[in-house]
């Protein structure tokens, strides 16, 4: 999020929900990484004093060649996780807003990609939060998307008279989020509200500010 909208009042972070339980897709990647651990400790043993140096140096090389395997597997993995989400998120049960979000995000993901590299993606939870989020909107209006260079999302919606409601998505569970909108008693005045939630509670909480439902929804 740009520094414009820095945050200026932290909310303390609500207590843990099952958003805190690590999605499959985690659970995959700390498999590889385990694996990789693994192999590296089994191939360190041939150092020991007493084994044969040209041995030992086979078995490095060998070890080196299967941890380069290991990670490329993760990405390629990681690559495809992106992909499939990005695909559900186009089959929404609201297909015309999925299917627009969906394409935005491949747009986005092409341009991560051309300037940071091509190993580069959207994070895989923040992608999923973003879903999780917007699948408690009804009737949701399609927002701005956007990626930070570490390839999290955030959302925008931006309506009349000074309203904005921007969202970004820090991980599986937390959120970032501003909200600006006119004072209610002073007109030429708009007040600023932002902090931390969950995906789960950032919601309802912003709706209790200012009605950002009426307005980001219909």
Same mark, same amino acid.
């Given at each position: 999020?740009?520094?414009?909208?820095?945050?200026?009042?932290?909310?303390?972070?609500?207590?843990?929900? /099952?958003?805190?339980?690590?999605?499959?897709?985690?659970?995959?990647?700390?498999?590889?990484?385990?694996?990789?651990?693994?192999?590296?400790?089994?191939?360190?043993? /041939?150092? #020991?004093?007493?084994?044969?140096?040209?041995?030992?140096?086979?078995?490095?090389?060998?070890?080196?060649?299967?941890?380069?395997?290991?990670?490329?597997?993760?990405?390629?993995?990681?690559? /495809?996780?992106?992909?499939?989400?990005?695909?559900?998120?186009?089959?929404?049960?609201?297909?015309?807003?999925?299917?627009?979000?969906?394409?935005?995000?491949?747009?986005?993901?092409?341009?991560?990609?051309?300037?940071?590299?091509?190993?580069?993606?959207?994070?895989?939870?923040?992608?999923?939060?973003?879903?999780?989020?917007?699948?408690?909107?009804?009737?949701?209006?399609?927002?701005?998307?956007?990626?930070?260079?570490?390839?999290?999302?955030?959302?925008?919606?931006?309506?009349?008279?000074?309203?904005?409601? #921007?969202?970004? /998505?820090?991980?599986?569970?937390?959120?970032?989020?501003?909200?600006?909108?006119?004072?209610?008693?002073? #007109?030429?005045?708009?007040?600023?509200?932002?902090?931390?939630?969950?995906?789960?509670?950032?919601?309802?909480?912003?709706?209790?500010?200012?009605?950002?439902?009426?307005?980001?929804?219909?």
């Amino acid at each position: 999020m740009p520094s414009s909208t820095a945050v200026i009042n932290d909310i303390p972070l609500s207590s843990p929900t /099952f958003f805190d339980v690590p999605p499959k897709a985690e659970k995959v990647a700390f498999f590889y990484k385990d694996l990789l651990q693994a192999t590296a400790l089994n191939f360190s043993r /041939f150092l #020991s004093p007493g084994v044969d140096r040209s041995l030992a140096e086979t078995c490095l090389d060998q070890s080196l060649s299967n941890d380069e395997n290991l990670a490329e597997l993760t990405v390629q993995w990681r690559s /495809f996780a992106v992909s499939e989400q990005i695909e559900r998120i186009g089959n929404w049960c609201k297909p015309t807003i999925g299917r627009a979000i969906a394409e935005r995000l491949a747009i986005l993901r092409q341009c991560l990609r051309e300037e940071e590299g091509q190993k580069k993606d959207i994070s895989l939870d923040s992608l999923r939060a973003m879903h999780a989020f917007i699948e408690q909107i009804p009737n949701v209006r399609l927002p701005q998307i956007s990626l930070t260079t570490e390839g999290d999302v955030y959302l925008r919606w931006k309506s009349e008279a000074g309203r904005l409601f #921007s969202i970004n /998505f820090l991980d599986d569970r937390r959120v970032r989020f501003v909200i600006f909108y006119p004072n209610p008693r002073h #007109s030429q005045m708009i007040n600023r509200h932002s902090g931390y939630e969950t995906i789960d509670t950032v919601l309802p909480s912003a709706d209790r500010l200012c009605s950002v439902l009426e307005w980001i929804s219909g």
